[in-house]
C-alpha cells in the first residue's frame, strides 16, 4: 500500500512541474480558441479588440462551441470537447484550469492501470506497470495538455479491464461497463476505433472456437460503434498538401521507436530534450555531454523492450512460464501468456496499422494517437521483470527502469515543452512601448501567439514572409509614418516567430531582410519543441527613407491591407490610411486598400476623400468587399445624392442579401426621395433584423411621422 501512494505522488508531483510556464500551442488553441476566455482578457478595455485579432467568438451553448471548433480541427470528436465546455463554464475559464482538469484525468489512469496488472499478472505487475506511467514523459505531457488523449488513454483502459473480464467469462456487468466505454471512447477520438481491432483480432486468433461469444461481443461493439464510424467518415479533413509540414509517414526506424521506446525522448519526435535540469546539479559541459546520450538510451529501450517480449514468448514456447500471480477471474483459468499476447497485439497493432495506412492512403501517423498503447508496453516489462527466477536480477531490472525514467525527467525539467508564446508575451508586455508594432510570422501563428499574448493596447498583425515581415518594420519605424503622441518614446517594431520542429540557430533570412533595409535587431530564444525567437527590430544608424521593396505579386499589398484594419479597429486613422496607402503604392489596382482607405477618411469625416477611395474601389472590382457598397451609400446620402445612394444600396443587398444596415441605408434614401411608404417598409425590415441599432429605429420613427402628415425633415 506505501509503494502505492509513493507512486501515485510521484506522478502528482511531476505533473505539476511548470504546468503554469506552458503555453498554449495550436493543438489546444484548436480545443480552446471558442471557450470562455480567462476572466482577466473580459475586464481589458481592449478585449474586443483582442477577439478579431485571434478572430475568435464565445459559444453560447455547447453546439455553438462544436461548430466553431470543426472550422479549427475538423477531425475532432464532441466527447472531450463537451467535457471541457462545462468544465471551463461551471468550474473556471483560466487555462491552468483546463489543465488541471487533464492532471485529473491522467491521474485517474495510474491506479486503474494498477487494477489491470494486479488483476492479469499480479500486484508487483501492477506497481511496475503505474510506476512507469507515472513518469512517463508522454504520459506527464498529455496529463498536462488540453486535449483529449488523456481521457481517450483513461477511457481505453476501463474498456481494456472490462474486456478481460468479460474474456475471462465475466457476467453482465461488465459487458454493461464494457459497452457503456466504448461508447464514450469512439466518440472521444477518430483512431480509438482501433482498439476494438486489437480486441477482436486477439480473440479470434486466441479463442477460435468461441464464436458465438465473440459474435456477440462484435456485435456489441459494432452497434456501439456504428454511429462514430458514420461521424468520421464524414469529417471533411483538411487537404494533404496543407498537412505534409507536419504529418508524414514514418520511417521503419521512426515506427520501432513509436511502438518500442515512445518514453525515450532520444527516441521519439513528441519531446524536447533540455540540458537544463542536468546544467543545475554538474555544469552546462557536462550536461550537455549527458544530453548526447540521449539516442543511446532511446536504441537501448528499443532492444530491452523488444527483449522483454522474446523472454516471454520464449517462456511461453518453452512451457516453462512461471505462473506470474492466480488471476481474479469469473471464469475458466487463463494462463498469463494469453494476456502477454493480448499485451502484445495492443502495443504493436494501432501503431502499424495507421503506418499501412498513411503508406496505402495518406499520411495519419502521430505517436499521440496511439498513446494508450504504451500501456501494454509498462505491463510487458513488468511481467519479464516478474518471470526472472533470481530476485536480485529481478531488483537489478527495477533499479535500471527508476533509472531510466529518472534520466528522462531531467531531459524534460527546466523549459517548456510546447513553443514558449508566453515567455516572449512577457518580455513584450514588460518592455513594448504601448504604441510599438507587434508582429507575428504569418497569420495562424499570429492567431495562436495573440491568444497567449492576452489583450493589448498593442497593434498587433503578421507577416506572411520574412521579407513581409522586414518590410512592414521599415515602414513602420519611417520617419514619414503618422507620429505617436507628443512625449512617446521611440517606436520599436517586436517580431515573433515559431521555429521548426528541435532547429537550433536564428532565423538568417529574415536577419538579411532587416540587414537589407538598414535596421537593427536584438534577438532573444524562447525554448520548446518549437523555439520562439523575440527579434526587437527599431532603426538603425543608416536607415535610409522607406521606400516600398516588393512587388504587386507579392501578399504585401494584402498584408499591409490588414495591418490597416488593425489601425482602423484600433481608432488610429491616420495610421490606417497610411498602411492602406502604401498597400496602394504596392499594387494600385487591390481594390481592398482603397476601400480600408475610404474607412478611415469616413472616421476622420474626410467625406469628398473618403468618398474618391470607396469609388475607386468599386472602379477596381465592385464585388471585392461589400461593405464599400455600404459605406459609399451612407456618404451619397450624406452628400444629398439620394438617387445614386438608392442603386449602390441596391447592390450592397445584392452581395448581402437581408443585412439590416442595407436595408437601413437604401430606407434613408428613400425616405430622402420622398417614397415614404416603400422607405417604411424597408426600415421596418431593417429594424426586425437589428433591433438594437437606435439609428434604424429613430429613421423609422422620422419616416411614419412624414407618412402621417408631419412637417417634412430637415
Not at 474586443?48 to 485571434?54: A, D, E, L
Not at 496602394?584 to 478611415?600: L, Q, V
Not at 439609428?695 to 408631419?710: D, K, N, P, S, V
Request: charged letters at 15%; hydrophobic letters at 50%.
Amino acid at each position: 500500500m506505501l509503494m502505492f501512494v509513493l507512486i501515485l505522488m510521484a506522478g502528482a508531483a511531476v505533473r505539476f512541474v511548470h504546468i503554469t510556464g506552458e503555453s498554449v500551442w495550436w493543438d489546444e488553441f484548436a480545443t480552446v480558441a471558442f471557450l470562455k476566455p480567462p476572466p482577466e482578457y473580459e475586464a481589458s478595455p481592449h478585449y474586443h479588440r483582442w477577439n478579431q485579432v485571434v478572430i475568435r467568438q464565445d459559444s453560447p451553448t455547447l453546439g455553438a462551441f462544436l461548430r466553431q471548433n470543426k472550422t479549427l480541427d475538423p477531425a475532432a470528436m464532441p466527447l472531450y470537447l463537451a467535457v471541457e465546455y462545462y468544465w471551463n463554464r461551471f468550474v473556471n475559464a483560466s487555462t491552468l484550469s483546463l489543465r488541471l482538469l487533464s492532471v485529473l484525468i491522467g491521474l485517474l489512469t495510474l491506479p486503474l492501470l494498477f487494477l489491470l496488472g494486479r488483476h492479469l499478472f499480479g500486484r508487483n505487475v501492477g506497481l511496475i506497470a503505474m510506476f512507469c506511467a507515472a513518469l512517463s514523459p508522454i504520459h506527464i505531457q498529455f496529463s498536462r495538455e488540453i486535449r483529449m488523449y488523456g481521457l481517450m488513454t483513461l477511457l481505453v483502459l476501463i474498456a481494456v479491464y472490462a474486456f478481460c473480464r468479460i474474456f475471462e467469462g465475466g457476467g453482465r456487468k461488465w459487458w454493461f461497463l464494457y459497452g457503456i466505454v466504448m461508447l464514450m471512447l469512439s466518440w472521444t477520438h477518430p483512431f480509438a476505433l482501433l482498439l476494438p481491432l486489437v480486441m477482436g483480432v486477439f480473440w479470434l486468433l486466441s479463442r477460435p472456437r468461441d464464436l458465438f461469444r465473440l459474435f456477440k461481443w462484435g456485435l456489441l461493439t459494432g452497434l456501439i460503434a456504428l454511429p462514430a464510424a458514420v461521424w468520421v467518415l464524414t469529417i471533411q479533413f483538411w487537404g494533404q498538401d496543407s498537412t505534409e509540414s507536419w504529418m508524414r509517414a514514418p520511417n521503419f526506424i521512426e515506427l520501432a521507436n513509436d511502438i518500442f521506446a515512445d518514453d525515450a525522448i532520444g527516441a521519439t519526435y513528441q519531446l524536447n530534450a533540455t540540458p537544463h535540469a542536468w546544467a543545475a546539479l554538474v555544469g552546462r559541459p557536462a550536461a550537455l555531454w549527458i544530453l548526447s546520450w540521449r539516442w543511446a538510451v532511446g536504441h537501448a529501450m528499443v532492444l530491452g523492450v523488444t527483449g522483454c517480449l522474446a523472454w516471454l514468448f520464449a517462456l511461453a514456447f518453452l512451457k516453462r512460464g512461471r505462473s506470474l500471480a492466480s488471476p481474479q477471474r469469473d471464469g475458466a483459468p487463463i494462463a498469463p501468456r494469453v494476456w502477454h499476447f493480448f499485451l502484445s497485439l495492443w502495443l504493436i497493432l494501432p501503431p502499424v496499422v495507421l503506418y499501412l495506412l498513411s503508406v496505402a492512403w495518406r499520411p495519419c501517423h502521430q505517436p499521440r494517437y496511439t498513446v494508450h498503447a504504451s500501456l501494454a508496453l509498462y505491463l510487458v516489462v513488468g511481467c519479464a521483470i516478474m518471470a526472472l527466477s533470481r530476485r536480485w536480477l529481478r531488483a537489478l531490472c527495477i533499479a535500471m527502469v527508476v533509472l531510466f525514467y529518472g534520466y528522462q525527467q531531467m531531459l524534460m525539467l527546466g523549459q517548456p515543452q510546447h513553443p514558449d508564446w508566453l515567455g516572449a508575451s512577457r518580455t513584450i508586455k514588460t518592455e513594448a512601448g504601448e504604441n510599438d508594432l507587434v508582429l507575428s510570422h504569418n497569420w495562424l501563428w499570429k492567431r495562436v501567439f495573440a491568444y497567449n499574448l492576452g489583450p493589448v493596447p498593442n497593434i498587433v498583425c503578421y507577416g506572411s514572409t520574412y521579407d513581409i515581415l522586414a518590410e512592414k518594420a521599415a515602414f513602420f519605424l519611417d520617419a514619414a509614418f503618422p507620429a505617436d503622441e507628443p512625449g512617446t518614446a521611440s517606436r520599436t517594431v517586436w517580431t515573433v516567430i515559431q521555429t521548426d520542429y528541435f532547429t537550433e540557430g536564428t532565423i538568417e533570412p529574415f536577419e538579411q531582410a532587416l540587414t537589407a533595409r538598414g535596421l537593427a535587431y536584438e534577438t532573444r530564444i524562447f525554448g520548446g519543441m518549437q523555439r520562439v525567437i523575440l527579434y526587437r527590430v527599431e532603426r538603425g544608424e543608416h536607415t535610409a527613407p522607406y521606400e516600398p521593396r516588393l512587388t504587386a505579386d507579392t501578399d504585401a499589398p494584402k498584408e499591409f491591407g490588414d495591418l490597416a484594419m488593425e489601425y482602423w479597429r484600433a481608432g488610429n486613422y491616420d495610421k490606417a490610411i497610411a498602411a492602406a496607402n502604401n498597400a496602394a503604392r504596392i499594387n494600385p489596382r487591390y481594390a481592398r486598400a482603397w476601400s480600408y482607405m475610404g474607412m478611415a477618411f469616413k472616421e476622420l469625416n474626410r467625406n469628398e476623400e473618403a468618398l474618391a477611395a470607396f469609388e475607386r474601389a468599386l472602379e477596381i472590382d465592385p464585388a471585392d468587399y461589400p461593405w464599400t457598397l455600404n459605406n459609399h451609400a451612407e456618404l451619397l446620402i450624406e452628400a444629398g445624392r439620394y438617387q445614386e445612394a438608392v442603386a449602390i444600396a441596391n447592390k450592397a443587398l445584392e452581395a448581402l442579401p437581408g443585412d439590416p444596415w442595407c436595408l437601413a441605408l437604401l430606407g434613408r434614401a428613400l425616405h430622402y426621395l420622398e417614397e415614404y411608404e416603400q422607405a417604411r417598409q424597408t426600415l421596418l425590415q431593417a429594424a426586425q433584423g437589428e433591433s438594437g441599432d437606435l439609428r434604424i429605429r429613430q429613421w423609422l420613427e422620422e419616416t411614419e411621422h412624414a407618412l402621417a402628415g408631419g412637417p417634412p425633415h430637415e
